[in-house]
């Protein structure tokens, strides 16, 4: 009988659902020890994966600050499914194809502009709340690992401010994220004022008309930065583009239908996101997103820019999503919790995920990041046809 107790026990907990993890262990939490104090940062030297930086914030950060970096929305099933979705495709990697120059596929061109890699800077509020130089941390952070940066529109810093911390040389490129509100005159202000500052584009939110439902950060009065009900419509988009010259970027993409329509009304690129998770729980993976729309019309992809976001952590995430054809790939609060580091924690990140993405790349047989074949993912895990 009880050898029989046992075994039923083994069965069900073998067969019981993996439990959720918020950071897979990397090691770091053993390699620091049980007395490692509360409220340090552990060596930049040791943060040896973008997810140890999760473990770090936590561990530094006052509660309140890092549960409004951290907070999904609702029962946050979106923010974990945005991290596990990427493990649920598996590679087909492409044995002795010969893959030595990969590293130098990095370079990606968004919206016309150079940058050295392909990902960015997804546009997060209130960098304040982890190191007081706040979002300057992220501009320098970006040019010297020559990436784009979105700066948000609610930040710590003003558009202004953030634009001072740009090198003087004016090389840099920064493009801006803004809400739209019912009052335009300061919706004007803020598309003259971007653009003043140098702004080479407007990224334009539209997964968040209301505020959102997050109880992790509710907990400590902080709610979402922008709690404006808005009426946001295909008209207003029309209207914004009339009252400025930048390129508008839709984001917060997340139906083959609605990327149709980006195109068909000439957007110049869409940025495929669930908002990490935070706005409307349920909504789907960008990964799902985008294999839905290949599955819909592969050639959506050339059609128009489309960029994505919402868990992404390792070079293979970022590679999942170029399968399918996505140009860059943004990161949040990865980049918040390595701004508790200042400047060195942002490109500490940047060289991170760039040796990533090189070394996967290469392990998967991919000679070039910008021309993966989709056949080197088996999607069927994740497709409705099953390609
Ligand atoms: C603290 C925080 C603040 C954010 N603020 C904004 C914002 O003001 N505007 C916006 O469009 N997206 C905002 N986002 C969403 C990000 O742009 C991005 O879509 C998301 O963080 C990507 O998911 P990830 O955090 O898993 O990488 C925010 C995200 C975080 C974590």
Same mark, same amino acid.
């Given at each position: 009988?009880?050898?029989?107790?046992?075994? &039923?026990?083994?069965?069900?907990?073998?067969?019981?659902?993996?439990?959720?993890?918020?950071? +897979?262990?990397?090691?770091?939490?053993?390699?620091?020890?049980?007395?490692?104090?509360?409220?340090?940062?552990?060596?930049?030297?040791? *943060?040896?994966? *973008?997810?140890?930086?999760?473990?770090?914030?936590?561990?530094?950060?006052?509660?309140?600050?890092?549960?409004?970096?951290? /907070?999904?929305?609702?029962?946050?099933?979106?923010?974990?499914?945005?991290?596990? &979705?990427?493990?649920?495709?598996?590679?087909?990697?492409?044995?002795?194809?010969?893959?030595?120059?990969? #590293?130098?596929?990095?370079?990606?061109?968004?919206?016309?502009?150079?940058? %050295?890699?392909?990902?960015?800077?997804?546009?997060?509020?209130?960098?304040?709340?982890?190191?007081?130089?706040?979002?300057?941390?992220?501009?320098?952070?970006?040019?010297?690992?020559?990436?784009?940066? *979105?700066?948000?529109?609610?930040? /710590?810093?003003?558009?202004?401010?953030?634009?001072? #911390?740009?090198?003087?040389?004016?090389?840099?490129?920064?493009?801006?994220?803004?809400?739209?509100?019912?009052?335009?005159?300061?919706?004007?202000?803020?598309?003259?004022?971007?653009? =003043?500052?140098?702004?080479?584009?407007?990224?334009? /939110?539209?997964? =968040? +008309?209301?505020? %959102?439902?997050?109880?992790?950060?509710?907990?400590?009065?902080?709610?979402?930065?922008?709690?404006?009900? =808005?009426?946001?419509?295909?008209?207003?988009?029309?209207?914004?583009?009339?009252?400025?010259?930048?390129?508008?970027?839709?984001?917060?993409?997340?139906?083959?239908?609605?990327?149709?329509?980006?195109?068909?009304?000439?957007?110049?690129?869409?940025?495929?996101?669930?908002?990490?998770?935070?706005?409307?729980?349920?909504?789907? %993976?960008?990964?799902?997103?985008?294999?839905?729309?290949?599955?819909?019309?592969?050639?959506?992809?050339?059609?128009?820019?489309?960029?994505?976001?919402?868990?992404?952590?390792?070079?293979?995430?970022?590679?999942?999503?170029?399968?399918?054809?996505?140009?860059?790939?943004?990161?949040?609060?990865?980049?918040?919790? #390595?701004?508790?580091?200042?400047?060195?924690?942002?490109?500490?990140?940047?060289?991170?995920?760039?040796?990533? *993405?090189?070394?996967? &790349?290469?392990?998967?047989?991919?000679?070039?990041?910008?021309?993966?074949?989709?056949?080197?993912?088996?999607?069927?895990?994740?497709?409705?046809?099953?390609?």
């Amino acid at each position: 009988m009880h050898s029989f107790i046992t075994l &039923a026990t083994l069965i069900v907990a073998a067969s019981a659902a993996r439990p959720f993890l918020n950071e +897979p262990d990397t090691g770091l939490e053993e390699y620091l020890g049980t007395d490692f104090p509360v409220g340090k940062l552990p060596n930049l030297t040791d *943060i040896r994966g *973008i997810p140890d930086f999760d473990f770090a914030a936590r561990n530094y950060l006052n509660a309140s600050s890092y549960s409004f970096y951290r /907070t999904g929305a609702a029962g946050e099933w979106s923010y974990r499914n945005n991290l596990e &979705a990427f493990s649920r495709v598996r590679w087909r990697p492409q044995a002795l194809n010969d893959v030595h120059s990969v #590293a130098s596929t990095l370079p990606t061109k968004i919206l016309g502009h150079n940058f %050295s890699a392909p990902f960015f800077i997804a546009p997060a509020t209130r960098a304040g709340l982890a190191h007081e130089a706040a979002e300057s941390n992220l501009v320098k952070g970006a040019y010297a690992g020559d990436i784009l940066y *979105i700066t948000a529109i609610y930040a /710590t810093l003003s558009i202004e401010q953030i634009a001072a #911390a740009k090198p003087a040389n004016g090389s840099q490129v920064l493009f801006q994220q803004l809400y739209a509100a019912a009052n335009l005159t300061a919706v004007q202000n803020n598309l003259d004022r971007a653009k =003043a500052a140098g702004s080479k584009a407007i990224v334009f /939110t539209i997964d =968040a +008309p209301a505020t %959102s439902t997050r109880h992790r950060a509710a907990r400590y009065d902080l709610g979402n930065a922008n709690s404006d009900t =808005a009426t946001l419509t295909w008209a207003l988009y029309a209207q914004l583009r009339n009252m400025t010259s930048l390129p508008i970027i839709l984001k917060g993409i997340t139906t083959v239908d609605d990327v149709r329509k980006a195109i068909s009304v000439g957007a110049p690129a869409i940025y495929v996101s669930n908002h990490g998770g935070r706005q409307l729980d349920g909504s789907p %993976s960008p990964l799902e997103v985008c294999l839905e729309v290949y599955e819909n019309d592969p050639t959506m992809f050339q059609k128009i820019e489309i960029y994505a976001d919402s868990g992404v952590r390792y070079g293979t995430d970022v590679l999942k999503l170029l399968a399918l054809g996505v140009r860059a790939v943004g990161l949040g609060r990865p980049f918040m919790y #390595a701004n508790a580091y200042g400047v060195e924690g942002v490109t500490h990140l940047i060289e991170l995920l760039k040796t990533e *993405i090189a070394a996967d &790349a290469a392990n998967a047989g991919i000679q070039d990041v910008h021309r993966i074949q989709r056949e080197r993912v088996n999607w069927k895990p994740l497709t409705t046809n099953g390609f």
